[in-house]
């Protein structure tokens, strides 16, 4: 009876997602929530490229693989609502609302840079 059959062999239930802390950065990264996975594949936003660092809190999906789409945000007073802002520990770029962009550390520009269409450093 189908009823029997749950009682004595019940199903072990699991989060579908889970916040988890990654033990080992990169792009082998390893995640602990409630066990260590580790390869873990991780999902970023279209355009953006990131590898998580350790230590960091993360959102886990946990299917036939385990996913780590994102990190847990701090709050960043500095962004009005609809800005954005990519960084790293010591580089960053802010887009603002009113066409502004932030640039911050050293740039690096490979191939030719061009300001309201005048080519700059051109021979």
Known sequence: MWLSRRITHPEQETEAAALGTISMGGSGAAVVTDGEKRDVRIISPGGYCWQPGAGQSVLVLKASQTYIPGALQAAQAELAPGEVMVYSNAARIVLRN???????????????????GRELGAE
């Open 98 to 116: 009113n066409g502004d962009m932030e640039l911050k550390g050293k740039v690096r520009i490979t191939g030719r840079l061009f300001v309201n």
